[in-house]
């Protein structure tokens, strides 16, 4: 288990991100067509994934939309924005901003959150995922993992793009 917080209190954590070095972990999500997108669909390419709570918190959608804003300027590399909404909500937000640098996933009928460790395993966001963000290179190799520190702060985007450098 790790440790994130909300409001100053502690959350746990499902387990713990992937470190450095590892293979990431199998995963599954829904996108915003239904379709499942999976580890093996992004096979060959650089990947970012900007995990969090709800698309519709403020914290949150900045993310979207700064992750949405950096894809433009990455080579091979897919930014997949994930948390537990509906895939509707997530391209409900995404048409309503115009962004189509990323892709969105839903862990609402998978395993996501358990294989990657950042379900939250108690407080009042319980169920949902954690703020964190895993970058993963070309050959499935885990390059940056943060979890953030509390619910309320925005992921380090500096340190995300540099592990891809």
């Known amino acids: 288990m790790a440790t994130t917080s909300l409001g100053g209190n502690p959350v746990q954590t499902v387990g713990d991100l992937p470190s450095v ?31 969090f709570p709800s ?11 700064k992750f949405n804003e950096l894809a433009s300027s990455m080579d091979n590399t897919v930014v997949v ?30 395993d996501f959150g358990s294989a990657l460790g950042v379900t939250m395993a108690d ?9 964190a963000v895993v970058v993963v290179d070309e050959n499935g190799t885990v390059v940056h993992s943060q979890l953030v520190p509390a619910i309320s702060e ?11 450098g």
């Open 154 to 164: 925005e992921p380090d985007y500096d340190a995300a793009v540099a592990a891809l």
């Open 81 to 110: 924005c994930a948390s537990a909404d509906l895939p509707f909500a997530l391209n409900r937000f995404c048409g309503a901003e115009g962004l189509e640098n990323v892709v969105t996933g839903s862990c609402f009928r998978s």
């Open 21 to 51: 070095g590892s293979s990431c972990p199998d995963f599954s999500l829904t996108k915003s067509d239904l379709s499942e997108l999976g580890k093996a669909d992004l096979t060959g390419k650089r990947v970012v994934l900007n995990i």
């Open 55 to 65: 698309i519709d918190t403020a914290v949150c959608a900045t993310s979207v939309r």
């Open 123 to 131: 407080g009042r966001l319980s169920g949902l995922l954690a703020r």
